[in-house]
Nanobody, 122 residues
Framework: VQLQASGGGLVQAGGSLRLSCAAS????????MGWFRQAPGKEREFVAVIGRSGSTTYTDSVKGRFTISRENAKNTVYLQMNSLKPEDTAVYYC?????????????????WGKGTQVTVSS
């Protein structure tokens, strides 16, 4: 599986962006899909995950602002980001894997995509 993230950019605080992650292959619907981010000087962190059935989990800092969704017919997972804050600035990565769990790390990651930069100005 190859993953290609897109949709990043520069936005003012309070604005919105929608990230997309397109996957190759025919087995997209069998994968758990997630978004992670890495800010400068920090470790990569979990943002959101969506299971095969559409169940979702979010990190606390984005709850109520970000929405993860998937469109299996297009082999694509999305991250709608609203009410963006400067602290959301990071490179955002999508990841595909298996074995959904209710607790961190939520699933076993098999594939990473290249990141897309999100910059939120104050």
């Amino acid at each position: 599986v190859q993953l290609q993230a897109s949709g990043g950019g520069l936005v003012q605080a309070g604005g919105s962006l929608r990230l997309s992650c397109a996957a190759s292959g025919r087995m997209f619907s069998t994968y758990v899909m997630g978004w992670f981010r890495q800010a400068p000087g920090k470790e990569r962190e979990f943002v959101a995950v969506i299971g095969r059935s559409g169940s979702t989990t979010y990190t606390d800092s984005v709850k109520g602002r970000f929405t993860i969704s998937r469109e299996n017919a297009k082999n694509t997972v999305y991250l709608q980001m609203n009410s963006l804050k400067p602290e959301d600035t990071a490179v955002y990565y999508c990841a595909a894997g298996k074995n959904w769990r209710d607790l961190p790390p939520y699933y076993d990651i098999h594939y990473w995509g290249k990141g897309t930069q999100v910059t939120v100005s104050s």
